[in-house]
């Protein structure tokens, strides 16, 4: 159901309907995921070792991080940032999938074969995420701000956020961190669509389809699109932990009380600093959360997105 494919039963879904897949798709999952998604955020900020050892450090541990973000902050905390998080899923969900649906219709028409294959899906799932980024990167940027502060907050609504940091910071304030977000999302989302493509080849291998049931193939499209995510996830995660540096560059005030606070003039000369000063494994600071949120969050929104594209197809089927 993902990507182009006229053999398929199922590719009796409009453009439209593509889009309404993609935007709940990523609404219901970034509802499910997004405690985890606060504490990813939580950890790549930090400066100092997450380790008990490490004097300052405020989180080391994914339990002890929840312990103290439900203890200083409340339980509504794990959703902070979900108004802009939720739009940007809706958002980033339609676009990508629509993109990606049209890029790989384009590339079968073209070559007049069959576009099912790794190198078109990574092309293909490279280019759509771009486009997606490109129209939901401001919501991003919001909702690592809200997810990043603490108590007191420093913008009590997205609107007062919105008009604060055009005003202190610019409009262009909205795009920090674009380049590393672009430079990631490609093979990032390339690996996911293509691997995704190619797990479900090598399930079907493994455990024909004859005789098996719905049930089993929404499962297969769940473990499938989890596997995709943790593989993606963890060849691109340097990348999203510098994006996230870059955004909160300016908002020093929000995270005195999480540890020490640094400036970055860029990607390269935040690289560098992480490096200097954190190591290698300063890149895959809150790694652990990521690979769960990305498992859960991948798996779901490829689940979801084929479950909605099967349910408008069975109802077509059902009118006519």
């Known amino acids: 159901m993902v990507g182009y494919d006229p053999k398929a039963d199922g590719r009796n879904v409009s453009n439209f309907e593509v889009l309404v897949a993609g935007s709940v798709s990523g609404l219901v999952t970034r509802a499910l995921i997004s405690p985890l998604d606060v504490i990813k955020i939580r950890f790549q900020l930090q400066i100092e070792r997450l380790s008990r050892s490490e004097p300052g450090a405020k989180y ?32 980033y969900g339609a676009v990508q999938f629509l993109s990606f649906e049209l890029l790989t219709e384009l590339v079968h028409r073209a070559r007049a074969g069959d576009a099912r294959q790794f190198s078109v899906h990574f092309v293909c799932g490279g280019l759509s995420a771009c486009a997606a980024t490109l129209a939901a990167h401001p919501m991003d940027v919001l909702r690592t701000r809200f997810a990043a502060q603490g ?17 202190t910071e610019g409009p ?12 990631a999302i490609f ?101 652990s959360p990521s690979l769960l949120k990305a498992a859960l969050s991948t798996g779901l929104v490829f689940f979801w997105y084929e479950f909605f594209c099967n349910l408008f197809h ?4 059902a009118d006519s």
């Open 151 to 167: 108590e007191p907050r420093v913008y009590p609504s997205l609107r007062d956020a919105m008009v604060t940091m055009c005003r």
């Open 172 to 183: 262009t304030v909205f795009y920090k961190g674009l380049t590393p977000t672009l430079i």
């Open 60 to 91: 080391h541990g994914i339990l002890q991080a929840c312990r103290q973000i439900l203890q200083e902050e409340g339980p509504t905390a794990f959703w902070k940032g979900h108004v802009p998080a939720q739009l940007l899923s809706i958002g």
């Open 314 to 317: 069975h109802m077509k089927k």
């Open 187 to 287: 093979p990032y989302a390339g690996f996911q669509f293509s691997f995704y493509s190619s797990l479900k080849q090598a399930y079907e291998w493994l455990a024909p389809a004859e005789g098996q049931g719905q049930t089993s193939g929404n499962l297969k499209n769940l473990l499938c699109g989890s596997g995709a995510g943790v593989i993606s996830k963890t060849l691109t995660y340097p990348l999203d932990l510098i994006k996230k540096r870059l955004q909160v560059g300016g908002f020093g005030q929000a995270r005195a009380t999480f540890g020490q606070v640094r400036s970055y003039r860029g990607l390269l000369d935040c690289a560098r600093q992480v490096l200097r000063e954190e190591g290698a494994l300063g890149f895959f600071k809150g790694l």
